[in-house]
């Protein structure tokens, strides 16, 4: 039988790898490479994006939100291609999973945030360019395309502006500025939403014949269209016109207080002269179709009675502070009136006529009637009677000022106590004595 020797035979361990575990690692190798390749293609996709987004920044929010969303993405695929040799170890894992968690997170909400910038854009970033283009072209195209802008403008507009004195203006502008070229830059555009639906506002610089300058047109979206709500346009810093010379390209009358140069001071005195003779009717029948519907007859010659009755009768017109005649026939008279019992009663008269050639018919009158004056005001109440109505107090009776026992009233100076009396003295004999005299006798005692 072989005996044991006791000695220890080394064998060479071997490597024994089961099939799984190669393929594990052959797969943590391929997605290696293919997360590096991942991160490589994501930074070339950002690169792409972000000059996509620098070509874009002329689009409100839009070429920003691309450009920001390109370095998101460059970020992501540098990430991803470290993601490898960082996830060596169980720490590096653990980094690994709450870096993407971390990165997965920062690129949702930029694309949440992208497309509702882009989703809100669709619906209120609007061009505005070719609404006020059309605005533009029309208010500068005669008296007549004018008015018809003011026809189709917002009835938010055509409420707070007269369509007179509208055409007006915008004929001083054109006469001012010239005839509208084109819209030379946008410079803002804002849409708000308000009570009345949404309003938009766009700053231009515009050209114009006489030169360039900054304007603003504000649009009403009324009924799912937008129409004219308001419109503005500064004169040109080369231009150089003066209130004076504006006042005369409309101005009535080259004096207006020359009889026989101006037919609205003639109009306005032979009214006033009539009611002075209280001929109001004769007035009233004289006037426009307009004025007579606006004002009742009867009423209307009570309120010029009682008007000549606070001023007194008519005397002249002392100054005319304005008259102005509007392209549709209408003029305006305003002027500065003397009565007996007043002077610079201020007074609006308001004149149409069909042409030229007829006379002038008035269209509104307003006299501005000033408060009494002091010495005209009523006198006040006498002092007796108490201004909430109750009885007046009586007044207080003067203070008595006494020296006897009576209780002192007021400020008097009170009655100083009496001394007590002197003691009596005792009685040896017979007599009498007086405390109040001060002096008596006695009878001494017999010895």
């Known amino acids: 039988m072989p005996v044991a020797s006791g000695a220890v035979h080394a064998v060479a361990a071997r490597e024994h790898t089961g099939l799984s575990t190669r393929l594990a690692d052959a797969a943590k190798d391929a997605v290696s490479g293919g997360v590096s390749a991942i991160g490589s293609g994501f930074s070339t996709i950002g690169e792409g994006v972000s000059k996509l987004g620098e070509k874009s920044k002329n689009v409100p929010l839009v070429g920003s939100g691309v450009s920001a969303l390109g370095e998101s993405i460059t970020s992501v695929g540098e990430s991803l291609t470290d993601l490898p040799r960082v996830a060596g170890t169980r720490r590096g894992r653990l980094l690994v999973r709450s870096l993407v968690v971390g990165f997965l997170l920062v690129f949702a909400w930029i694309v949440v945030i992208v497309a509702l910038q882009l989703r809100g854009g669709t619906d209120e970033q609007i061009d505005f360019r070719p609404f006020a283009e059309k605005v533009l072209i029309e208010l500068s195209s005669g ?26 203006d915008m004929t001083d502008l054109h006469a001012t500025v010239g005839k509208f070229k084109e819209i030379s830059a946008v410079n803002e555009t804002l849409v708000t939403r ?7 506002r766009v700053s231009l610089t515009v050209s114009y014949e006489r030169g360039k300058t900054k304007a603003s047109v504000s649009l009403h979206n009324h009924e799912g269209v937008w129409k004219l709500l308001g419109v503005a346009v500064e004169v040109p810093p080369n231009v150089k016109i003066t209130q004076r010379e504006r006042e005369a390209r409309v101005q009535a009358c080259k004096d207006p207080m020359d009889p026989k140069k101006c037919d609205l001071y003639v109009a306005a005195n032979a009214i006033l002269e009539q009611l002075r003779d209280n001929q109001a009717a004769q007035v009233w029948d004289a006037a426009s179709a307009i004025f007579q519907k606006q004002e009742e007859k009867t009423r209307w010659g009570q309120i010029q009675r009682e008007n000549q009755a606070a001023l007194g009768e008519f005397r002249r017109i002392i100054a005319v502070t304005e008259q102005r005649v509007f392209r549709s026939g209408n003029a305006v008279y305003d002027v500065l009136i003397e009565y007996a019992r007043a002077q610079g009663v201020r007074a609006i008269f308001g004149f149409t006529r069909a042409s030229k050639n007829d006379p002038w018919k008035l269209l509104s009158m307003k006299i ?33 000022i006494t020296t006897g026992s009576a209780k002192p009233n007021g400020s008097a100076t009170p009655k100083p106590k009496p001394k007590p009396p002197a003691p009596k003295p005792k009685p040896n004999g017979s007599g009498s004595a007086a405390v109040e005299s001060g002096s008596g006798s006695a009878t001494p005692p017999a010895p």
């Open 143 to 168: 008296p007549e395309a004018a008015a018809q802008a003011w026809d189709k403008a917002s009835p938010r507009f055509q409420e707070f502006v007269d369509k007179e004195r509208f055409v007006d």
């Open 194 to 200: 308000g009570p009345t639906g949404r309003v938009g």
């Open 368 to 400: 501005v009637v000033p408060m009494p004056r002091a010495d005209e005001a009523t006198p006040p109440k006498p002092l007796g009677d108490s201004p909430t109505g109750n009885p007046p107090l009586p007044e207080e009776p003067p203070p008595e």
